[in-house]
């Protein structure tokens, strides 16, 4: 699965700020139709992001629409101009159970049947940002086969439930734990709640930290300030790159040898640290594919 450490929204009515975008070296650049675009800019933004996907040159970036939430009556008129553009993925917000998935990879279906595009091209992400959506997550995240990644949605959620956002955080982290334990019980990627404080770069740099340790793919964001900090937080450093590659390479000595765990530096290595190593540079990888 590509790499997803930064996604960054651009609003969907702004051409410049979405060439801007382009730019910047980010691994998602997701134009968006929903919260940063007015009532009033909904049809203006879905033709500038009909033109982006025609014109601009997107480079290794991902190419992602967030759509207006299902059954708000926008959501239909969205697919059915952007689609036509080819995005490579379509966010849904705002999502409360597995129909509304299954609904829009149907349109999606119908016009990769109806254009002869490679069937499943179109990739889902869905936004969990209501207290519905966290408690159904387990069929949410077994939907549909085009679902890629969850995201937290840590501010609707807040309002949602009636919770006060902190620094802390404490009262979104359960929704954070249990999106990243359904996400990896479904091999799908989490990713993680935004970072609003654009003053408070070395906020943003431990929230980040917090949620690669708390086993997120990648973060949201919406400043291309962001975009470094983020993806750096979710890379693999030379450092723990060079250790993992230690690792496997003594466990595939050990077992050439036919021994089991095996010590390494002083310490024990057993097949779950083995398996965190392979993952380390499994995101090592992907990383550097996105950025070449």
């Given amino acids: 699965m590509r ?56 480079g290794c970036a991902e190419k992602l629409v967030r759509i207006n939430p299902p059954g708000c009556g926008l959501e239909g008129e969205d697919l059915r101009v952007v689609l036509p553009f080819h995005p490579q993925g379509i966010v849904i917000p705002k999502i409360k159970e597995g129909e509304q998935i299954r609904w829009v990879s149907a349109q999606i279906a119908a016009i990769e049947n109806e254009r002869g595009w490679t069937r499943g091209a179109i990739s889902l992400i869905a936004i969990i940002e209501t207290a519905r959506a966290i408690l159904d997550l387990r069929e949410i995240a077994s939907a549909d086969s085009r679902i890629q990644a969850l995201i937290c949605g840590a501010d609707d959620l807040a309002v949602d439930i009636g919770a006060t956002r902190t620094r802390e955080g404490w009262e979104v982290f359960y929704a954070r734990s249990a999106v990243v334990m359904h996400a990896a019980a479904f091999g799908l990627q989490a990713i993680d709640i935004v970072f609003t404080d654009l003053t408070d770069p070395q906020g943003l740099r431990a929230e980040a930290s917090q949620g690669a340790q ?31 590659r230690r690792i496997v390479e003594a ?34 990888k992907a990383g550097t594919k996105t950025q070449g």
């Fill in 3 to 58: 790499a997803r450490r930064a996604l960054l929204y651009m609003p969907g009515d702004d051409l410049h700020k979405i060439r801007k975008a382009t730019t910047l070296g980010v691994d998602c650049i997701c134009m968006d139709l929903e919260d940063s675009v007015t009532p009033d800019r909904k049809a203006d933004a879905r033709a500038t992001i009909a033109e982006a996907l025609q014109s601009l040159d997107f």
């Fill in 214 to 244: 708390m086993g997120f793919a990648g973060k949201q964001i919406i400043h291309p300030s962001q975009v470094t900090p983020v993806q750096e937080a979710f890379t693999p450093s030379d450092e723990a790159v060079a250790h993992a």
């Fill in 251 to 284: 466990y595939q000595a050990q077992t050439t040898a036919g021994a089991g765990a095996f010590t390494l530096d002083g310490k024990m290595v057993d097949a779950p640290i083995v398996r965190a190593a392979e993952r380390t540079l499994e995101k090592a």
